[in-house]
T-cell receptor, first 116, second 114 residues
Framework: DSGVTQTPKHLITATGQRVTLRCSPRSGDLSVYWYQQSLDQGLQFLIQYYNGEERAKGNILERFSAQQFPDLHSELNLSSLELGDSALYFC???????????????FGPGTRLTVL | SQQGEEDPQALSIQEGENATMNCSYKTSINNLQWYRQNSGRGLVHLILIRSNEREKHSGRLRVTLDTSKKSSSLLITASRAADTASYFCATEKSRLIRSEKLVFGKGTKLTVNP
């Protein structure tokens, strides 16, 4: 158990809909990362938040957005869903080491999104 | 695009044998990490090796890093059926401003037969 929790575990929805995935980081971790894992694209970094602010952006579509709240939990919002958005969505968290850098990321169990 | 590329894509061995997986990457890195993923489950961090390290051990795991060849290897000794999983290398690129994002390879699927 990594200490990172994600809800829900599974989500089945229809094209055009909007969903929200939730992540609670490990206690004390200020950084949260979102990744998407699909069969054809592999594991792709989407976005990172640090202490409530966006820190890095990856291959995140404009239809997707995220935020990190004052209690450090994060939500990933996916809208106007398409069949191709079906994937495993992982959240990870990390602590801040000396020098202001983070290293090991601890992953949650993921949310499996199926768009029909 | 993938930074790390694992080799082989799939590996099948007998219990008790050693398993070696390789990872190659393209740009300078701060560190390289290996993760394990059981089918459809979350990723479990195995080991991190920094760019100034050449070898690291953790239990039955041994990781090497050759920055001149931009490659790393993960050795699992005395494999067990429970080691059956996909193994990914992930790199954090070296850059002026660190973003800490990890770039993953496509993974090696390891099957350990009892």
């Amino acid at each position: 158990d990594s200490g990172v929790t994600q809800t829900p575990k599974h989500l089945i929805t229809a094209t055009g809909q909007r969903v929200t995935l939730r992540c609670s980081p490990r206690s004390g971790d200020l950084s949260v990362y979102w990744y998407q894992q699909s069969l054809d694209q592999g594991l792709q970094f989407l976005i990172q938040y640090y202490n409530g602010e966006e820190r890095a952006k990856g291959n995140i579509l404009e239809r997707f957005s995220a935020q990190q709240f004052p209690d450090l939990h994060s939500e990933l919002n996916l809208s106007s869903l398409e069949l191709g958005d079906s994937a495993l969505y992982f959240c990870a968290s990390s602590e801040l080491l000396a020098g202001g850098f983070a290293d090991t990321q601890y992953f949650g169990p993921g949310t499996r999104l199926t768009v029909l | 695009s993938q930074q790390g590329e694992e080799d082989p894509q799939a590996l099948s061995i007998q219990e008790g044998e050693n398993a070696t997986m390789n990872c190659s990457y393209k740009t300078s890195i701060n560190n390289l990490q290996w993760y394990r993923q059981n089918s459809g489950r979350g990723l479990v961090h195995l080991i991190l090796i920094r760019s100034n390290e050449r070898e690291k051990h953790s239990g039955r795991l041994r990781v090497t890093l050759d920055t001149s060849k931009k490659s790393s290897s993960l050795l699992i000794t005395a494999s067990r059926a429970a080691d059956t999983a996909s193994y990914f290398c992930a790199t954090e690129k070296s850059r002026l401003i660190r973003s800490e994002k990890l770039v993953f390879g496509k993974g090696t699927k390891l099957t350990v037969n009892p």
